[in-house]
């Protein structure tokens, strides 16, 4: 253990740490850094760095060695720093620095850390860890030095949770005092009366029976939760701290076994089998108990059991936070790295179609009619967000939108009644999922401002002229007075054709073709086949115009065809092979003019739908009777496949099996005012049709 005449030992161990740190720097990257004595300080870690590494000890006492540094100064350590480097190359470089300053970090940690172990034997520490960004470090006291070099400036601290070590300290002492009491009874009562009103810590005995004795530290008390004029002595100790009723027999059986094989078992092993090392009590603090045998005067015998109490809820918290934080940041670099790999348009995509759908979900929670057609819209509202997060790999809006389909399943497979506190936390997963998106959004503004508006869409592309597709109907319907006018006014009787033909072609330009979204779907085909182990293509055929309002909502039916499609009708490569077809399932999406009407078809070349399955499930979970199902069409069975929580699948999947794809199909195309015709024929494929009036 370092002492030090002029420092504090907070202070020492910090210029220990940071001699250290210089040294490993200069053996890893040949940097000459010295540490600035004049600079060092005592209190909360505060940085003005833009990068953090740390490094967590625990043990008989815990703590953290940190470093802060700016990136600058890092990429000059490996000799890569070039005047006006650009934010891009310098996120490149990250990982190359942080990678060397972590083994820097760790080697200074490792030999810095010898010195305490002198001390407080097996301590261990974690690997290092790096944070980039302004971070607030829990407000505990730490030493902080800065170290300068050629290179720049670097801060180096170091903060220490001594509360374990006053503890066995203060323990020593009431244990020497206890020892005299057959020496001099009266004074060591009065000593031991005095420690125990100082000792900061719980500290109480309870014999075989689990009951404390008298004698036991003032503080004892308030550290469990109770007021300081509850009656300590007497009480079963389970029931002083506060455990769960149902492990007051496991206790009673522990105590049983420790003063039975008290002498026949190493102490240590017998206190690892405490029922509650560390747990929550009903006062809703983390308490941490530990275990000192006191014998009789044989010293053969276990007398009684001190116990010290600590509450560790702080300490506990300040560890979940900053495990919070490295999720957060491992959360961030993937959600970086995912924009990166996106079109800007994609993102643009993304978030206007997640956006509608929450603002969506949020009318329907906020709406007072609450029946069975609320879950199945929220239902189909969360499983399309599923998909589209799926489709881009947003991982973490994926498993939020899981998490409410799960919750809204129990409503509606089991009609129970929805009840105010689900609505609240559908409504808080709303605003979670809103806070994702506007984290999409902010990295992709960071990564360069690719959110783009239409003036600087036509400046990239400069053959494209954009506009709202507001303008363009007000534009059409400028023109329809004319053409009024024309009718009725024989000298501009001729016009009156061009300009309809105008006003069609103004009005053309809402129209998108059915190929445009093709490239957004093949990151979702990769996906499902990913986690369904087939292999499937996708194509156009037929390809057709149609209004981009109708088309977006389209494209959100597409999504759940195409993952129907690859869970439910293409076979395994093995399978496909064995009945002769090609391993690569082939999914066509196609679109046709028939009349007034506007047919588009998703098919697949799959196994197709079993009307027999079908006609089980609705036996056996729809109470159908044999005589009702014998009579019905394939027509009749399929169009069961478009109801609300109706799948041929007996397990779900993350992307299909909770009978909400095609019911999301059916509702969106009849709100068109359209319809859905399903066809399949076995070991063929499965064609799925929608229809839309023309207009």
Not at 28 to 39: D, V
Not at 180 to 189: I, P, V
Not at 517 to 524: A, G, K, N, V, W
Request: charged share 25%.
């Amino acid at each position: 253990m370092i002492r030090h005449n002029t420092f504090s030992y907070l202070k020492a161990n910090t210029v220990l740490f940071a001699q250290k740190m210089c040294e490993s720097l200069g053996d890893m990257c040949g940097a000459q850094f010295s540490p600035l004595k004049e600079t060092i300080r005592e209190g909360a870690y505060s940085s003005p760095f833009s990068v953090m590494l740390f490094v967590n000890f625990t043990g008989a006492i815990q703590g953290y060695y940190l470093l802060s540094f700016n990136e600058t100064v890092a990429i000059r350590l490996i000799g890569a720093w070039e005047d006006g480097m650009t934010p891009d190359r310098i996120r490149d470089l990250r990982e190359e620095f942080s990678g060397l300053l972590k083994e820097a970090l760790n080697l200074a940690v490792g030999q810095a850390i010898e010195e305490l172990e002198k001390s407080f034997t097996n301590l261990t520490f974690t690997p290092s860890t790096v944070v980039y960004g302004e971070i607030e470090f829990p407000n505990i006291l730490c030493g902080s030095i800065d170290i300068e070099g050629r290179e720049g400036k670097m801060l180096c601290g170091f903060s220490l949770n001594l509360a374990n070590l006053k503890i066995g300290e203060k323990l020593e002492e009431t244990l020497k005092e206890l020892e005299k009491q057959t020496m001099q009874a009266n004074e060591s009562r009065r000593n031991i009366d005095s420690i125990l009103a100082l000792l900061p810590t719980g500290l109480l005995a309870i014999n075989s029976d689990g009951i404390i004795q008298p004698g036991f530290s003032n503080a004892t008390t308030t550290i469990v939760g109770h007021g300081t004029d509850t009656e300590v002595a007497g009480s079963f100790l389970w029931e002083f701290i506060g455990t769960p009723d149902s492990e007051h027999a496991a206790w009673k059986n522990w105590l049983s076994l420790s003063f039975d094989k008290f002498n026949q078992l190493p102490f240590s092993d017998i206190k690892a089998l405490c029922p509650a090392r560390e747990f929550t009590n009903r006062f809703g603090r983390i308490l941490k108990l530990d275990w000192y045998p006191k014998t009789d005067d044989t010293e053969e015998h276990l007398d009684k059991l001190l116990v010290t109490i600590e509450d560790v809820t702080r300490q506990r918290e300040l560890e979940r936070k900053m495990l919070e934080l490295n999720i957060r940041h491992q959360e961030n670099l993937n959600l970086i790295s995912q924009v990166i790999n996106l079109q800007p348009d994609e993102i643009t995509d993304f978030i206007y179609d997640s956006s509608e759908l929450l603002g969506k979900a949020k009318k329907i929670v906020e709406s007072n009619n609450i029946d069975r057609e609320f879950i199945n819209e929220l239902f189909r509202t969360f499983h399309t967000l599923k998909g589209r997060s799926g489709q881009y790999q947003f991982k973490s809006l994926q498993e939020l939108s899981l998490k409410v389909e799960n919750h809204l399943k129990l409503f509606r497979d089991n009609k129970d009644p929805v009840t105010e506190d689900s609505i609240d936390e559908i409504k808080n997963s709303i605003d979670d999922a809103r806070g994702f998106i506007d984290r999409i959004q902010n990295v992709q503004t960071k990564l360069g401002g690719k959110t783009e508006s239409i003036r600087h869409k036509a400046l990239r592309d400069p053959q494209t002229v954009m506009a709202p597709i507001h303008e363009i109907d007000a534009a059409a319907a400028q023109l329809v007075p004319i053409i009024d006018k024309c009718k009725n006014d024989r000298l501009f009787f001729e016009l009156e054709a061009d300009l309809v033909q105008v006003r069609n072609k103004i009005l053309e330009l809402r129209t998108i073709t059915l190929s445009f979204f093709m490239s957004s779907f093949d990151s979702l085909l990769e996906n499902a086949c990913k986690k369904t182990g087939k292999k499937a293509s996708i194509s156009t055929c037929h390809d057709i115009k149609t209004d981009i309002v109708i088309m977006r909502k389209l494209h959100q039916c597409f999504i759940h065809l195409i993952n129907n499609a690859i869970d439910h009708g293409i076979e395994s490569p093995e399978l496909r092979t064995s009945l002769g077809k090609i391993e690569t399932g082939m999914i066509t999406i196609s679109g046709s003019l028939e009349g007034a009407q506007l047919h588009i078809t998703v098919e697949d070349d799959g196994k197709g739908i079993d009307s027999e399955v079908i006609r089980s499930r609705l036996q056996n979970s729809y109470n159908y009777s044999r005589e009702e199902i014998s009579t019905m069409t394939d027509t009749t069975l399929f169009s069961f496949l478009l109801k609300p929580g109706f799948s041929t699948k007996t397990e779900t999947t993350e992307i299909s099996g909770r009978g909400t794809g095609m019911d999301f199909v059916n509702h969106t195309i009849s709100q068109l005012g359209g319809s859905v015709i399903i066809k399949s024929v076995p070991g063929k494929g499965t064609a799925i049709t929608m229809v839309l009036p023309q207009n």
